[in-house]
T-cell receptor, first 114, second 111 residues
Framework: GAGVSQSPSNKVTEKGKDVELRCDPI?????LYWYRQRLGQGLEFLIY????????KSGLPSDRFSAERTGESVSTLTIQRTQQEDSAVYLC????????????FGEGSRLTVL | AQSVTQPDIHITVSEGASLELRCNYS??????LFWYVQSPGQGLQLLLK??????LVQGIKGFEAEFKRSQSSFNLRKPSVHWSDAAEYFC?????????FGKGTHLIIQP
């Protein structure tokens, strides 16, 4: 596709359930980022993938959060045992190698934990 | 550690008036600086970026920003706003490993 695609666009789940969010980056973009945006807040960095290098997981808030990426394609963000404070919009972005900071964002996955 | 401060949570301007959104940063080296816009129901879009060189940078949609090292600022400006500029604006600082974003400024346009 032409842009970054995220699914689902909306997810409502019960506290304690696991959720999986998917991101399909722009073809050819080697870098992929996950951010979290809570209501009325800025973007909070979660994790960064660059090609086949080890990911930068420094932003993951707890061990309930994990992410995977196969090569330079799709990424999944998994949240285990969801809590109400996990409710947020999860944004994925991708960029070309060497184009630091020039991120192309998807429209996000809105997660609501009841 | 790097950080970004956007002092204004909300700003209201009249259509056709000029606009300046403030951004201050903290970064250990020469920063890469960015402004992104998030329109209702849309993803974030890059407005402009500063890497080096000329401290006044031009972006899309008629926006510009000026890097002032002495003030650690990167303020966004537009000479005349349009109703379609109503959105959330985020300043960011960073490098290859990702960006640190400010909390955003919500721009309201009055008719």
């Amino acid at each position: 596709g032409a842009g970054v695609s995220q699914s689902p666009s909306n997810k409502v789940t019960e506290k304690g359930k696991d959720v999986e969010l998917r991101c399909d980056p722009i073809s050819g973009h080697t870098a992929l980022y996950w951010y979290r945006q809570r209501l009325g807040q800025g973007l909070e960095f979660l994790i960064y993938f660059q090609g086949n290098s080890a990911p930068d997981k420094s932003g993951l808030p707890s061990d309930r959060f994990s992410a995977e990426r196969t090569g330079e394609s799709v990424s999944t963000l998994t949240i285990q045992r969801t809590q109400q404070e996990d409710s947020a919009v999860y944004l994925c972005a991708s960029s070309l190698r060497g184009r630091a900071g020039e991120l192309f964002f998807g429209e996000g996955s809105r997660l609501t934990v009841l | 550690a790097q950080s970004v401060t956007q002092p204004d949570i909300h700003i209201t301007v009249s259509e056709g008036a000029s606009l300046e959104l403030r951004c201050n940063y903290s970064y250990g080296a020469t920063p890469y600086l960015f402004w992104y816009v998030q329109s209702p129901g849309q993803g974030l879009q890059l407005l402009l970026k500063y890497f080096s060189g000329d401290t006044l940078v031009q972006g899309i949609k008629g926006f510009e920003a000026e890097f002032k090292r002495s003030q650690s600022s990167f303020n966004l400006r537009k000479p005349s706003v349009h109703w379609s500029d109503a959105a959330e604006y985020f300043c960011a600082v960073g490098s290859l490993g990702g960006l640190t974003f400010g909390k955003g400024t919500h721009l309201i346009i009055q008719p």
